[in-house]
């Protein structure tokens, strides 16, 4: 969805980033020009449109992994039809970055100067089983570990990772992992210079709630939304520039944060369904659960009314409002109008994180392990993680 669209539904006039971002084009123009730069994850919501904005400054090489081909295939689509070609070397690849033909590939291309790594699972409902858990683990915490050591083996100039919001006093394992995430760019401060960013929802992302919401539209279907959530929304051009800006601008060890007043600008699910549904031509209608929702669809949709079911929110581990910035957090002078800055660099020792690593191998190893095993590991790592569990999923849920 177009970026005016999203901001006329989420009631905003202004995008954010957009002063501090501007006043960079002109040092990012000149960096990207002579960059060999490679960004993992590329084919998402945000890693795409990272790819879209970068390319318009004519990249030295800019080469892009992900594991979804058809994301892949559709982001080449976009851009030939779009911006057209670069001068340099533009390059798609379907690799598992954590499989043993990445690092021949990554050997065989002799490195790259800038690698932005937006590969995540991103989603709480990740934890329901030990096995998608143990996956979640593998793409954000032991391939961000590995291709560090890639990068820095290939003297990178630069490496950034994409963080979370649910990273600042995770109470998820998806967060709890983000966090590990940030500790392990830490360690490598030493010898590679990172740098990482957090923010809020993004807004129509794929996979997300909203981007639920377009297809329930166009299937035809009932609306659910939890009505005691808010949340802080970018879209995903917003997200794309912090991003880029933490990348090219970031000192080491910097961790990007948006610097906004939340209480004015969170969003509450209803509200943007009924936003959303108005902007169709439509009016939400609530309903009492979600056999009503789907029983009452056909007649409700002659009548432009669109069947809504709200809930209250009881799954594990999902926050009533956001953070951005956890306790013993304090951001750093910063240098931008609409951004903060926390440092990463001194958040684990290297001991800790190989440690962490190889316990987790350990149960891989054993061929069986829990939810519960893992979460105790991580708590060994994080001291104050306290993960909120109430034994139910979204997956139960409409």
């Known amino acids: 969805m177009k970026d005016d669209l999203v901001l006329k539904i989420l009631e905003r006039k202004n995008s954010f980033f957009e002063q501090d971002y501007n006043n960079s084009i002109h040092y990012l123009k000149k960096i990207v ?11 998402g919501s945000i890693g795409s449109t990272v790819v879209e904005l970068l390319c318009k400054y004519d990249p030295l090489l800019i080469h892009i992994v992900d594991i979804n081909e058809n994301g892949l295939v559709e982001l080449v689509r976009n851009i030939r039809s779009s911006i057209g070609y670069t001068s340099g070397e533009f390059k798609t690849f379907v690799m598992d970055i954590g499989h043993k033909d990445f690092d021949i590939f990554i050997d065989q291309n002799k490195g790259y100067d800038i690698w932005m790594n937006f590969s995540a699972l991103k989603h709480v409902r990740s934890e329901k089983d030990p096995y998608t858990l143990m996956r979640l683990l593998d793409v954000n915490i032991m391939n961000t570990y590995k291709t560090l ?82 949340r802080y929304f970018l879209t995903s051009t917003e997200a794309a520039k912090l991003s880029i800006l933490s990348t090219f601008l970031g000192n080491n060890g910097e961790l990007f944060i948006p610097k906004i007043k939340l209480h004015k600008l969170e969003c509450s699910f209803p509200k943007i369904v009924e936003n959303f549904l108005k902007l169709k031509g439509y009016k939400m209608y609530i309903c009492s659960s979600e056999d009503e929702a789907r029983s009452k669809t056909e007649e409700l949709l002659k009548e432009n009314k669109w069947p809504c079911y709200l809930f209250d929110t009881d799954t594990d581990g999902e926050k009533l409002e956001e953070i951005f910035i956890g306790k013993n957090e304090i951001t750093i002078k910063d240098r931008f109008k609409k951004l903060q800055i926390i440092d990463i660099k001194n958040l684990s020792k290297l001991n800790e994180i190989e440690k962490f690593i190889k316990s987790i191998s350990n149960l891989r190893n054993n061929k069986n392990w829990s939810v519960e095993e893992i979460s105790t590991l991580m708590k060994l790592l994080l001291k104050d993680f306290k993960h909120h569990h109430t034994g139910r999923s979204l997956d139960s849920k409409m």
């Open 149 to 230: 050591i890639l990068a820095k083996n290939t003297n990178a100039k630069k490496y950034f990772s994409v963080s979370t919001d649910k990273a600042a006093n995770p109470i998820n394992l998806m967060g709890a992992s983000k966090r590990i995430m940030e500790m392990v760019l830490g360690v490598f401060s030493d010898n590679i210079n990172i740098s990482s960013a957090r923010f809020g929802n993004v807004a129509f992302s794929n996979g997300s709630l909203l981007h639920g919401m377009l297809n329930r539209f166009h299937n035809g279907q009932p609306f659910v939304a939890p009505k005691d959530i808010k």
């Open 33 to 43: 020009k002579k960059s060999r730069i490679i960004v993992l994850g590329g084919a």
